[in-house]
Structures are given as C-alpha cells and as structure tokens.
C-alpha cells in the first residue's frame, strides 16, 4: 500500500528565510508526487508535480520540490518564506495502475515577519 | 477559466436524514474524483469516475454512500442514513485525463454537518 508521512505537524519561520517542509513517502512502484497548498477558507491549489526526469522540480510561487529517491523524500522548498506563505501543505503520491491519490496530513507552516 | 465548483457550500443535517452533494467539474475534464477531509487530516480517496463510469470506488467507507455521474459531467455524491461520523468536508476534484500524472484541480469542497 502506499502511503505518505509528513513528520511536522507545524513549521515555523521567519519571514525572509529559506523554507523547508519535509515529506516522505512509501510506494511499490514508481512515485508519481504532488504539492498542494490550502490557505484559510480556500481549497486545495496545486503547486508543483514530479513525474519523471530533473529530480529538482519547480512550481508556482517561486516554490521547488526535490526528489531524492535513495530516501524516497520529496521536501518542499523555498528560498526566502513571505508571510502570504503562511498556510496548511499537502504532500501526495500517487503510484502504477489505478491506485488513487494518497495524501498526508499536512503540514502547517506559519512564516513570522 | 472557471474551476471545479460545488454545491452546496455547507449543509446541515440531522442524523438519519439523506443529502445528496453535487460536483461541477472543470470543462473538458473527464476524470472526476471525490475526497473526504477531516479536521487535521488530508483529504481521503472515495470515488473515481472516468467519463460516465465509476472506475475506482474503493473508498466508499460502506453502502450508505453512492456517487452518480450520469452524462459524463456533473457528479452527485450521496449519502443515505446520514450518521455523525459523516461530519466532514467533500471535496471534488477533476483531472483532464485519468492518468497517474495528470493534476487534480480541487473544488472550494462542502461542509457538511450531521447534528
């Protein structure tokens, strides 16, 4: 089964440094991952995917995700946080055939100015 | 363009009651997919639909719930017996294609509320 563990309930930082929300994940097969963010009282947005190829993945709002699959991780990243950045992020993976989306529990960050 | 939208946006209900939630989905998308989020958890697989058919409804947590979409379009999520363990927010997603690569793009979800 597959199955996806962000290990931070909550993330803290200041506004103005680099960013880092963790994500593993465990598949048999290939991973097919997923950002998502959710801010208060909007839905889920899709960030930013890694499918196959450069393991270093870009998204939108200067958001990049690294895929590392010796440690089958694939934290989300940024190089200086803004306080409009402060929401709830989803990690996700997908594997082969038809199995669905699997989601984490997210992980909240808060970025402090 | 216009995104995934549902109604309604929140309901309440009392416990034994029927509600049925429905899921617009982005033009031209054929793939549909309804997810269940609760308070501090990720949104959970329920049911996936590739055009008319439901392909994967392995998430349906028991026979109280069923999910329709007739002409390909427009997806109606069901619930019969409504119990508080309902409680949650359903979220609707589409995706062009029902490929593993393709992005789900979400709809703003519904709060529903079993008293």
């Known amino acids: 089964a597959q199955s996806v563990a962000q290990p931070e309930d909550q993330v803290n930082v200041a506004e103005g440094n680099p960013l880092t929300v963790k994500c593993t994940y465990s598949?048999?097969?290939?991973?097919?991952l997923f950002w998502y963010v959710q801010y208060p009282n909007r839905s889920l947005q899709f960030l930013l995917k890694y499918i196959t190829g450069d393991n270093l993945v870009k998204g939108s709002y200067g958001f990049e995700a690294e895929f590392n699959k010796s440690q089958t991780s694939f934290h989300l990243k940024k190089p200086s946080a803004l306080v409009s950045d402060s929401a709830l992020y989803f990690c996700a993976v997908r594997s082969g055939g038809n199995t669905p989306l699997v989601f984490g529990k997210g992980t909240r960050l808060s970025v402090i100015a | 363009g216009a995104g995934v939208s549902q109604t309604p946006s929140n309901k309440v209900t009392e416990k034994g009651k029927y509600v049925e939630l429905r899921c617009d989905p982005i033009?031209?998308?054929?793939?549909l997919y309804w997810y269940r989020q609760s308070l501090g958890q990720g949104p959970e697989f329920l049911i996936y639909?590739?055009?008319?058919?439901?392909?994967?409804d392995s998430g349906l947590p028991n026979d109280r719930f069923f999910a329709v979409r007739p002409e390909g379009s427009v997806s109606t999520l069901k619930i019969q017996r409504t119990e508080r363990g309902d409680s949650a927010v359903y979220l609707c997603?589409?995706?062009?294609?029902?490929?593993?690569?393709?992005?789900?793009?979400f709809g703003p979800g519904t709060r529903l509320t079993v008293l």
């Open positions: 639909f590739q055009g008319t058919g439901a392909a994967d």
């Open positions: 997603a589409s995706s062009l294609g029902g490929s593993r690569t393709d992005t789900q793009y």
């Open positions: 033009s031209g998308h054929t793939a």
């Open positions: 598949v048999s097969g290939n991973p097919y």
